[in-house]
C-alpha cells in the first residue's frame, strides 16, 4: 500500500492525519517496516523510522519516477449534470489518466447550482479524485474546478494545443482527429445536447467535432468513453 506524505524533508517522508492512523491504527505497523510513499510524480521505497497514531516518519531509501502518472495533460470539460453522473465520472477520469476536470455550463444543462452548492459539490468530487487517485497508482492529483460559465469554457478551450468535441451529429472519427498533442482538452455536452449556435461556437474556439460512434450516449458514458479512448491512443 503506499502512502501520501504530508511532507518530505531531509530524506524523510512525514505522514501525518488519516495517512498516519491508517498505517498505525488500522495496518499496525512498526519501525523497521517497509512502506511506499507517493510524491508528485515520484514515489519512494521507505522504512519506518517513527510510529505515533498521528505522525510517522520513514527514512527514503530508493526515489523513482511514477509511471501511473499521465505523461500528457488532458483536460475534460464536461457540460454540468447531476452531482451523481459527475462523481461517477470524476472517479473514472482519475482511472483514465485525465488531469483536470473542468464543468461548464450551457444552455440545456438541467441543473445550474449555486456557488454553494458548486463548491461543495466540487469538495467532493476532489474527495473521490483523490481515493481514486490513491486507488490507482497515480500520485499527481486530478484538479477539479468550478462551474466555468459558457464563455469562460469558450476561452479556455480556445487556448489549448488539440481540442476534442464530442458531437452525436459528427460523422468524423476520434482516430483521424488524434495528433500527438502533449495537451490535449476533451468536450462532451449535457444530457439535451448542445444547441446548432453553441455547436458552432465550439468549433469558432478551435475544437474538432468527433463522433463516438452510431449511438447516443449518456454524458457520463459519452465522457469515460472519449477519456478511454484518448488514453489507449496516447498511452497504449
Ligand atoms: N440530446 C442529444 C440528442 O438526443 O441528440 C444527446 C446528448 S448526449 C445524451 C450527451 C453528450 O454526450 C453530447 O452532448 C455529446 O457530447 C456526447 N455524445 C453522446 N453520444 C455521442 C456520440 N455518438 N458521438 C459523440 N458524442 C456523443
Given at each position: 500500500?503506499?502512502?501520501?506524505?504530508?511532507?518530505?524533508?531531509?530524506?524523510?517522508?512525514?505522514?501525518?492525519?488519516?495517512?498516519?492512523?491508517?498505517?498505525?491504527?488500522?495496518?499496525?505497523?512498526?519501525?523497521?517496516?517497509?512502506?511506499?510513499?507517493?510524491?508528485?510524480?515520484?514515489?519512494?521505497?521507505?522504512?519506518?523510522?517513527?510510529?505515533?497514531?498521528?505522525?510517522?516518519?520513514?527514512?527514503?531509501?530508493?526515489?523513482?519516477?511514477?509511471?501511473?502518472?499521465?505523461?500528457?495533460?488532458?483536460?475534460?470539460?464536461l457540460?454540468?449534470m447531476?452531482?451523481?453522473k459527475m462523481?461517477i465520472v470524476?472517479?473514472k477520469a482519475?482511472?483514465l489518466?485525465?488531469?483536470?476536470?473542468?464543468?461548464?455550463?450551457?444552455?440545456?444543462?438541467?441543473?445550474?447550482?449555486?456557488?454553494?452548492?458548486?463548491?461543495?459539490?466540487?469538495?467532493?468530487?476532489?474527495?473521490?479524485?483523490?481515493?481514486?487517485?490513491?486507488?490507482?497508482?497515480?500520485?499527481?492529483?486530478?484538479?477539479?474546478?468550478?462551474?466555468?460559465?459558457?464563455?469562460?469554457?469558450?476561452?479556455?478551450?480556445?487556448?489549448?494545443?488539440?481540442?476534442?468535441?464530442a458531437?452525436e451529429?459528427?460523422?468524423?472519427?476520434?482516430?483521424?482527429?488524434?495528433?500527438?498533442?502533449?495537451?490535449?482538452?476533451l468536450?462532451v455536452g449535457p444530457e439535451?445536447?448542445?444547441?446548432?449556435?453553441?455547436?458552432?461556437?465550439?468549433?469558432?474556439?478551435?475544437?474538432?467535432?468527433?463522433?463516438l460512434g452510431?449511438r447516443i450516449l449518456r454524458g457520463e458514458t459519452a465522457a469515460i468513453a472519449l477519456a478511454a479512448i484518448?488514453?489507449?491512443?496516447?498511452?497504449?
Amino acid at each position: 500500500r503506499r502512502f501520501f506524505a504530508e511532507k518530505i524533508e531531509n530524506n524523510t517522508a512525514v505522514l501525518t492525519g488519516s495517512e498516519a492512523e491508517h498505517l498505525s491504527r488500522v495496518l499496525r505497523l512498526k519501525a523497521g517496516d517497509p512502506i511506499l510513499v507517493a510524491g508528485e510524480g515520484e514515489e519512494y521505497v521507505c522504512r519506518l523510522v517513527q510510529v505515533e497514531k498521528q505522525r510517522a516518519e520513514a527514512e527514503i531509501l530508493q526515489t523513482r519516477p511514477c509511471l501511473a502518472d499521465p505523461r500528457r495533460r488532458i483536460t475534460l470539460y464536461l457540460a454540468y449534470m447531476k452531482s451523481d453522473k459527475m462523481e461517477i465520472v470524476a472517479q473514472k477520469a482519475v482511472e483514465l489518466g485525465v488531469s483536470a476536470l473542468r464543468p461548464f455550463i450551457s444552455s440545456r444543462c438541467v441543473k445550474v447550482p449555486e456557488e454553494k452548492a458548486a463548491a461543495k459539490a466540487r469538495e467532493r468530487m476532489s474527495r473521490i479524485a483523490f481515493e481514486a487517485l490513491k486507488q490507482c497508482g497515480r500520485t499527481r492529483a486530478m484538479e477539479v474546478g468550478m462551474p466555468l460559465s459558457f464563455s469562460e469554457f469558450l476561452q479556455e478551450i480556445s487556448g489549448h494545443a488539440l481540442t476534442l468535441f464530442a458531437y452525436e451529429q459528427s460523422q468524423k472519427p476520434l482516430k483521424e482527429a488524434l495528433c500527438g498533442a502533449e495537451d490535449i482538452a476533451l468536450v462532451v455536452g449535457p444530457e439535451g445536447g448542445f444547441s446548432p449556435e453553441e455547436a458552432a461556437e465550439i468549433e469558432a474556439a478551435g475544437a474538432r467535432q468527433v463522433s463516438l460512434g452510431r449511438r447516443i450516449l449518456r454524458g457520463e458514458t459519452a465522457a469515460i468513453a472519449l477519456a478511454a479512448i484518448v488514453a489507449y491512443e496516447t498511452e497504449c
